[in-house]
Protein backbone atom coordinates (compact mmCIF):
# COMPACT_ATOMS: atom_id res chain seq x y z
CA UNK A 1 0.00 0.00 0.00
CA UNK A 2 1.06 3.63 -0.76
CA UNK A 3 -0.42 6.91 0.58
CA UNK A 4 0.14 10.24 -0.77
CA UNK A 5 -0.82 13.36 0.42
CA UNK A 6 -0.25 16.52 -2.13
CA UNK A 7 0.14 20.11 -0.56
CA UNK A 8 1.14 23.37 -2.14
CA UNK A 9 -1.41 24.53 -4.22
CA UNK A 10 -3.47 27.51 -3.99
CA UNK A 11 -4.61 30.95 -6.04
CA UNK A 12 -1.66 32.85 -7.99
CA UNK A 13 -1.81 35.41 -10.34
CA UNK A 14 -1.09 34.97 -13.81
CA UNK A 15 2.77 34.42 -14.39
CA UNK A 16 3.35 33.58 -10.45
CA UNK A 17 4.89 30.65 -9.18
CA UNK A 18 3.77 27.93 -7.21
CA UNK A 19 5.43 24.90 -5.79
CA UNK A 20 3.66 21.28 -5.47
CA UNK A 21 4.64 18.77 -3.19
CA UNK A 22 3.73 15.26 -2.78
CA UNK A 23 4.80 13.11 -0.13
CA UNK A 24 4.61 9.05 -0.04
CA UNK A 25 4.28 6.69 2.44
CA UNK A 26 4.03 3.50 2.91
CA UNK A 27 5.57 0.19 0.50
CA UNK A 28 7.83 2.82 -0.96
CA UNK A 29 10.17 0.20 -2.33
CA UNK A 30 7.92 -0.75 -4.82
CA UNK A 31 7.20 2.74 -6.20
CA UNK A 32 9.42 3.48 -9.87
CA UNK A 33 7.78 6.26 -11.45
CA UNK A 34 5.84 9.33 -9.62
CA UNK A 35 3.92 12.02 -11.30
CA UNK A 36 1.24 14.53 -11.60
CA UNK A 37 -1.82 14.61 -13.53
CA UNK A 38 -4.53 17.58 -13.33
CA UNK A 39 -8.06 18.01 -14.34
CA UNK A 40 -9.85 21.05 -14.87
CA UNK A 41 -13.51 21.28 -14.41
CA UNK A 42 -15.54 19.61 -17.01
CA UNK A 43 -12.38 17.93 -18.59
CA UNK A 44 -10.42 14.75 -18.53
CA UNK A 45 -7.74 14.19 -16.36
CA UNK A 46 -4.45 14.49 -17.95
CA UNK A 47 -1.16 13.72 -17.45
CA UNK A 48 1.13 16.70 -16.42
CA UNK A 49 4.61 15.27 -15.58
CA UNK A 50 6.14 12.19 -14.70
CA UNK A 51 9.74 11.28 -13.38
CA UNK A 52 10.97 7.20 -13.29
CA UNK A 53 12.71 7.02 -9.69
CA UNK A 54 14.93 4.10 -11.27
CA UNK A 55 16.38 5.85 -14.44
CA UNK A 56 15.58 9.64 -12.87
CA UNK A 57 14.45 10.54 -17.05
CA UNK A 58 10.94 12.93 -16.31
CA UNK A 59 8.30 13.78 -18.70
CA UNK A 60 6.66 16.32 -19.41
CA UNK A 61 2.91 17.83 -21.39
CA UNK A 62 3.88 19.60 -24.14
CA UNK A 63 1.51 22.96 -22.87
CA UNK A 64 3.97 22.93 -19.63
CA UNK A 65 7.52 22.39 -21.09
CA UNK A 66 9.72 24.76 -20.15
CA UNK A 67 7.51 26.48 -17.54
CA UNK A 68 6.83 23.36 -15.18
CA UNK A 69 9.95 20.94 -13.74
CA UNK A 70 9.97 18.31 -11.27
CA UNK A 71 13.26 18.39 -9.45
CA UNK A 72 15.52 15.54 -9.70
CA UNK A 73 17.16 16.02 -5.96
CA UNK A 74 13.68 15.00 -4.07
CA UNK A 75 14.22 13.28 -1.37
CA UNK A 76 13.00 9.34 -2.55
CA UNK A 77 9.35 9.84 -0.86
CA UNK A 78 8.64 12.78 -2.40
CA UNK A 79 7.82 14.56 -5.11
CA UNK A 80 7.58 18.06 -6.24
CA UNK A 81 6.18 19.93 -8.91
CA UNK A 82 7.56 23.60 -9.86
CA UNK A 83 5.38 25.67 -11.56
CA UNK A 84 6.65 28.83 -13.22
CA UNK A 85 4.80 31.36 -15.55
CA UNK A 86 1.22 29.54 -14.82
CA UNK A 87 -1.79 30.53 -17.07
CA UNK A 88 -5.02 30.62 -16.64
CA UNK A 89 -5.45 27.73 -18.48
CA UNK A 90 -3.15 25.90 -15.61
CA UNK A 91 -6.27 26.19 -13.40
CA UNK A 92 -7.44 22.66 -12.20
CA UNK A 93 -7.21 19.60 -9.28
CA UNK A 94 -3.58 18.40 -9.66
CA UNK A 95 -3.14 15.22 -8.60
CA UNK A 96 -0.15 13.40 -7.40
CA UNK A 97 0.60 9.71 -8.81
CA UNK A 98 2.56 6.70 -7.69
CA UNK A 99 2.86 3.64 -10.38
CA UNK A 100 4.22 0.38 -8.26
CA UNK A 101 5.90 -3.27 -9.83
CA UNK A 102 2.91 -4.97 -8.32
CA UNK A 103 0.19 -3.12 -7.14
CA UNK A 104 -0.71 -0.20 -9.69
CA UNK A 105 -1.14 3.01 -9.74
CA UNK A 106 -2.10 5.20 -6.38
CA UNK A 107 -3.53 8.56 -6.18
CA UNK A 108 -3.80 10.87 -4.13
CA UNK A 109 -6.68 13.44 -3.55
CA UNK A 110 -5.61 16.29 -5.09
CA UNK A 111 -4.76 19.76 -4.53
CA UNK A 112 -6.54 22.88 -6.01
CA UNK A 113 -4.66 25.22 -8.19
CA UNK A 114 -6.21 28.43 -9.12
CA UNK A 115 -4.53 31.15 -11.74
CA UNK A 116 -6.34 34.37 -12.27
CA UNK A 117 -5.99 36.54 -15.45
Known amino acids: QVHLVETGGGLVQSGGSLTLSCAAS????????MGWYRQAPGQQRELVAT????????FYQDSVKGRFTIPRDSAQDTVLLQMNRLKPEDTAIYYC??????????WGRGTQVTVSS
Open 26 to 33: GSLFSIYK
Open 97 to 106: TARTWDEGDY
Open 51 to 58: VNRQTGST
